[in-house]
């Protein structure tokens, strides 16, 4: 039987005429008295939240993860105390520097966001399907994404833009290699891996710390665009990548990462004979040093059945762990702890965390009070200070972490080049070496077709600062990229 519901208004009035404004006689002048008319109005004007800086576009699912391997003797996080163990989750994909409007086969790095809803908190981790980022240092973010967004003269973006600041920040080239590769195209979501990208740590029930990363592995394959079939994806279906995972999860089909973790220990990361910072955002650990442990599965089961009440009011930050997960030194996690949950406070209001989406099977006590949209009784009669003599809550000792090592090795991280500090060459070459020679040769013509785009009075400047590091990469990469933009370049000394 159908139900028969009043219309109302939001604050629960029902009312007839929501089709015709109230008006001074059939063809007179509006009324000021129609709230009904204001209200329609006032909530349309509002009904689009800031968009995100970075990730604007995104797609996402809910699902389980379940534990398959022990690591207790790493962390003492109730997520992974027991095999078998199942956590509710929420897993946002995204483009990075695209607007809401961006199709989803642009060439841009891919957001991989997840909350583990915990019974001991909510744990956000924030990164990438990529395990490096073009900088190390957080200062220089909001630049970054600068050259990634419009040009605040022509209002277009910009080749010139991205290609200056890339060859003016060598440290940028690992990333920049990988997606300019076929991997800066993928399949859609579900056919590429994601990463923790930064260096976090474990802390176990004896509290012993050691440092992690995060790797989540496709079960389905990886599979990837080529720019050609990018292109043509993107004048068929805008929307490919949030249409694939949709129709895939509602037809059954339910896609698969599997998680694994490489560990180092606080004497391994304090060493000053490794040849590079552990805690560097632009470097990869090697899996010959630093083997995959297997962790457990991640599957996403269910799509949400309201996308702005479950995707885009989702609020991520990395700042947001659990008992026996902490930070590290990486200098661009130690910027995100700041700069993302105060990003969700201009976007969503400051007591973002009490929108469904963003609360977990616990409760919260503290002491925090008032602000906009505080729907949660806002702590009652209760004090709104501490400490007092009144209320209950108490400081649980057992969830302290020790103190991170912050001993003379890692304070000359921040001021000395140590042997290989600056080395944006190694990696990247590397990773060209592995490629197969189709890879090589679309990853080439994929550099070769962004850069053809450089234009303007510096244009020779910009495109042979930028050979001269694709050269140190590889002298094949940079022959090849000469090559195909028809100059030649003059190596500078190294």
Known sequence: MKSHKKLTTASGRPYV??????????????????????????????????????????????????????????????????????????????????????????????????????????????????PVFFIKDPKKFGDFIHTQKRDPHTNLKSPVMMWDYWSLNPESLHQVLILMSDRGTPYGYRHMNGYGSHTYSMINEGNERVYVKFHFKTAQGIKNF??????????????????????????????????????????????????????????VWPHGDFPLIDVGVLELNQNPQNYFQDIEQAAFAPAHVVDGIGYSPDKMLQGRLLSYPDAQRYRLGTNYEQIPVNRGPFATNNYQRDGQMRVDGNGGQNPNYFPNSFDEIEVDQSYKEPPLPI????????????????????????????????????????????????????????????????????????????????????????
């Not at 897993?91 to 961006?102: A, T, Y």
């Not at 249409?243 to 304090?270: C, H, S, Y």
Request: proline share 3%.
């Open 17 to 130: 005429e929501n089709e015709n404004s109230q008006s001074v006689g059939p063809r007179g002048p509006l009324l000021l008295q129609d709230y009904i008319l204001h209200e329609k109005m006032a909530h349309f004007n509002r009904e689009r939240i800031p968009e995100r800086v970075v990730h604007a576009k995104g797609s996402g699912a809910f699902g389980t993860f379940t534990v398959t391997h022990d690591i207790t003797k790493y962390t003492k996080a109730k997520i992974f105390s027991e095999l078998g163990k199942e956590t509710k989750v929420l897993l946002r994909f995204s483009i990075v520097s695209g607007e809401k409007g961006s199709a989803d086969t642009e060439r841009d790095p891919r957001g991989f966001a997840m909350k583990f809803y915990t019974e001991d908190g909510n744990w956000d981790l924030v990164g990438n399907n990529t």
């Open 407 to 494: 001993n003379i090795h890692f304070a000359d991280w921040y001021d000395r080049n140590c042997e290989g500090e600056n080395d944006h060459y190694s990696q990247p070459g590397k990773l060209f070496q592995i490629m197969t020679p189709e890879e090589r040769n679309n990853t080439i013509h994929n550099i070769v077709k962004s850069m053809s785009d450089i234009h303007g009075p510096k244009k020779d400047e910009i495109v042979n600062r930028q050979l001269s590091h694709w050269y140190r990469v590889d002298g094949r990469l940079g022959a090849g990229i000469a090559g195909g933009l028809g100059v030649e370049v003059e190596m500078e000394q190294q």
């Open 226 to 283: 080529t720019n050609e079939q990018a292109a043509e994806m993107k004048a068929h279906d805008m929307d490919f990548s949030q249409r694939d995972l949709f129709d895939n999860i509602e037809g059954g089909n339910f896609p698969k990462w599997d998680l694994k973790i490489q560990v180092m220990t606080e004497a391994e990361a304090g060493a000053q004979d490794y040849y590079f910072n552990p805690f560097d955002l632009t470097k």
